[in-house]
């Protein structure tokens, strides 16, 4: 019979009992031993349900308390000196204050870059490598999570990031070239893959992401070095690629000396053509349910894609979904509240799990054996695909938008000699991002008034002090560019889906971003449309509280299209553009109402990047095009901003460019400006707020620092482009925490604006 299995399953927990212990955990509220038991509850209550779907061999080690990328740094041994680390088994004080900066004596510290996980909305930490670098096994966590799946009776796969794909997410610091670390990391995963066979383990999974992308010369060469050191009778060695098609590194992977391979083909369509390739004493395993998004999987195409392998193909064949299910909620059960017409369409991670059972089964014993299962996942797929023929027509766009729909009505010099005349700001105008602390008082009035137990007055009237508050805080602070706060937001994708036509919202869809920090993505499964402002009312306000200029805060439509579980049936571009009018409405309405200038936040856009670059140009040209109609309606006195973070800039800086903010604010402090390069060496002509203080840290920074920032970025940017802002927004923060922070930068930029003629500034160009 055809085995399944699957390649890794959510962390956090249907109640997100890790996010709330790991929060316990920092605050010391709860100790090591009760942290690990909240894990250790998880991991086996995961397995239970995995077997449970019938599942053949259950991951171990896809389990992490903050990130996977670290878990596999804790256990090379690979931390940089700043965390001064003693050596031996890497314990949880050192692993958190690599995530959050600390160092051993408690004082705070840079931590670990953080960046996104290939196109996904997950967030791992940074490797950091130095030319001197030495590895040793330094974490047995894995090992001790195999024992524990063993001794409850279960086969464990467990799953590792393999060393190529862990160098290639990698930085050097220093003038070195990573890649030539391998041959000092190899003897490390030997190790491990030899304690694991003494363990008894049949097979590990080891994950080599990196397969998919574009990939040099000498990092081919060096997969082919590196896993004809690895090969061994035992364990056999899973080799795992996903999020895309092998294309041109399918013959090495073909070729690798592995016991199997697992192909993605919900993202990487026509890979069954590499099957000649591969090797009949070899396991193919076919990623058939796809591990990224929430709809249901079409079963009948599902069975014709493994007849057709199993013709093309005469060694085994296993079935898993594409990927991690990581990045999909848990169970769909918990979903009472869905349109009854929609939720069969759904499938979170225990049903993708049930699907594949259900396709084993019926591979083995016919479609009489599976029904009425059978027959109502087809009916769901069907009822999916008249819903979509019929359509609403509300917002489907024309074959062709209008041609200057995209443009602002002057270039950006006019726009900005405008704009300042409107604004009347200083040098270095400083700023936030937008939202300010949400306390508990804020998240229980929301909750109260979502539950009809707080009357809309009330809400309001709470909401409103909340806000007035806000803008004191800011006023007193000396802030030049202020924002209301955002206290009536949930989160920035899902506060704008509730009021857009088109999404649908869970109860329980949590997801995992970074660490404690999870996010409920929407559900686009129509056509959006806006049918009534979303946020002029609260931006109104406050503007009437204060003279000083109040940002309009929107999230942009590119962002919404990634951080939602989007619709596979049409385009993405053409949700896109949907999107994108309907912010533009919400534009229009709030320069209406008297806001001068207004953020449309993309922290997703490179994001969706595709990881070959051969597909990029038509990506950026449609993603670009789709922010730019979003904030093409307003007069040239009305200041656009975008924020963007955790970016690599550098390859799509020109895309950037295209978007034609007037104001762009993005990520630095954990890069030391670093970031910074591609905008000066491509001369970005528009203004820049490069982050000097890093929101994902509880560390409070001083002036000194973040002057220090200032500096730095002002030998890449003239002075007269830059803004002073914090990385990111301030929502997960504390007001303690805030309020010395944006004090100091207050100081930084003021100090900044004396000794601008004594710092070697960038030429204006």
Same mark, same amino acid.
């Given at each position: ?282 396991? *193919?395993? =076919?990623? %058939?349910?796809? +591990? ?8 009948? @195409? /599902? &069975? $014709?894609? !493994? ?51 259900? *396709?084993? =089964?019926? %591979?083995?014993? +016919? ?8 027959? @109502? /996942? &087809? $009916?769901? !797929? ?384």
């Amino acid at each position: 019979m055809i085995k399944i299995h699957n390649l890794g399953f959510p962390r956090i927990g249907k109640s997100r009992e890790l996010k709330f212990a790991l929060e316990r955990y920092w605050r010391g509220e709860i100790d090591a031993d009760q942290l690990r038991a909240v894990g250790a509850d998880l991991r086996i209550r995961h397995w239970h349900l995995q077997a449970g779907c019938g599942l053949d061999y259950l991951p171990v080690g896809d389990f992490s308390y903050y990130d996977h990328v670290l878990d596999t740094s804790a256990m090379l041994g690979a931390l940089p000196p700043r965390f001064e680390w003693a050596g031996g088994e890497v314990d949880f004080d050192t692993y958190f204050r690599m995530a959050r900066g600390r160092g051993a004596d408690g004082i705070g510290c840079r931590a670990l870059d953080m960046t996104k996980w290939f196109d996904t909305n997950y967030h791992y930490l940074v490797p950091e490598l130095s030319p001197d670098q030495v590895f040793a096994l330094s974490s047995r966590r894995l090992f001790d999570e195999t024992r524990e799946l063993q001794a409850l009776g279960y086969r464990p796969k467990p799953v590792l990031l393999g060393p190529l794909s862990w160098l290639w997410l990698a930085k050097s610091v220093g003038d070195f070239d990573k890649l030539s670390l391998l041959e000092r990391v190899l003897p490390v995963y030997r190790q491990i893959l030899q304690g694991l066979a003494e363990q008894g383990v049949e097979w590990v999974q080891i994950d080599e992401p990196i397969l998919v992308l574009d990939l040099p010369e000498d990092w081919r060469a060096a997969l082919a070095t590196a896993y004809a050191e690895l090969q061994a009778p035992a364990p056999k060695l899973l080799l795992t690629t996903y999020f895309g098609g092998l294309g041109d590194n399918a013959a090495l992977a073909c070729a690798l000396p592995v016991a199997g391979l697992h192909l993605d083909l919900t993202r990487g369509g026509g890979q069954l053509d590499v099957l000649a390739e591969l090797g009949g004493g070899k396991v *193919l395993s =076919l990623g %058939l349910i796809d +591990g990224r998004n929430v709809w249901r999987c079409d079963l009948a @195409a /599902a &069975l $014709a894609t !493994v007849d057709r392998a199993r013709r093309a193909f005469q060694g085994e064949v296993w079935l898993a979904p594409s990927c991690s299910l990581l990045h999909v909620p848990i169970d769909l059960e918990r979903e009472t509240g869905l349109d009854p017409a929609v939720k069969p369409w759904l499938a979170f991670a225990k049903q993708k799990l049930t699907e594949l059972e259900l *396709l084993r =089964l019926v %591979l083995a014993e +016919g479609v009489d054996a599976a029904q009425p299962e059978w027959d @109502a /996942a &087809l $009916a769901a !797929v069907a009822a999916r695909q008249r819903a979509a023929s019929l359509g609403s027509g509300a917002a489907s766009l024309p074959s062709g938008l209008a041609g200057d729909l995209d443009q602002r009505a002057s270039p950006f010099p006019i726009r900005r000699a405008a704009q300042q005349a409107e604004l009347n700001l200083p040098l270095f105008p400083t700023t936030t991002i937008g939202s300010f602390p949400q306390t508990p008082e804020i998240r229980k009035a929301r909750l109260d008034f979502k539950r009809g137990e707080l009357a809309d007055a009330d809400y309001r009237a709470f909401m409103e002090r909340q806000i007035k508050q806000c803008i004191r805080e800011q006023v007193a602070l000396g802030l030049d560019v202020l924002v209301h706060g955002e206290p009536e937001r949930n989160d920035m994708v899902e506060y704008f889906g509730e009021q857009l036509d088109g999404f649908l919202f869970t109860g329980h869809g949590w997801v995992q971003s970074y660490g404690s920090r999870c996010v409920k993505p929407p559900i686009i499964y129509a056509d959006v449309s806006r049918p009534k402002p979303m946020t002029v009312a609260w931006s109104r306000y406050a503007q009437y509280l204060t003279d000083k200029p109040v940002k309009g805060m929107l999230t942009g439509p590119v962002t919404l299209l990634n951080w939602s579980f989007v619709r596979d049936d049409q385009p993405r571009a053409q949700t896109a553009y949907q999107l994108a009018l309907a912010i533009r409405g919400e534009v229009v309405d709030l320069e209406k109402a008297g806001i001068r200038v207004i953020q449309i936040d993309e922290p997703a856009f490179r994001e969706g990047l595709p990881l070959r670059r051969a597909d990029w140009p038509d990506y950026l040209d449609w993603a670009a095009r789709a922010f730019r109609i979003s904030a093409g309606g307003v007069g040239d006195a009305t200041q656009i901003h975008t924020h963007m973070c955790y970016s690599e800039f550098n390859d799509i800086i020109a895309a950037i460019a295209e978007l034609d903010a007037d104001v762009i604010t993005i990520e630095t402090s954990r890069s030391d400006m670093a970031l910074l390069d591609a905008f000066g060496e491509y001369r970005y002509p528009n203004d820049i707020g490069p982050g000097v203080y890093d929101i994902h840290s509880p560390n409070i920074p001083d002036s000194a620092q973040m002057l220090e920032l200032l500096t730095l970025a002002a030998r890449h940017i003239p002075a007269e482009r830059l803004w002073v802002n914090p990385d990111c927004g301030l929502k997960t923060r504390q007001w303690h925490e805030v309020r010395p922070a944006l004090a100091a930068m207050v100081v930084a930029a003021a100090q900044a604006r004396r000794e601008v003629d004594t710092v070697p500034l960038a030429s204006a160009g």
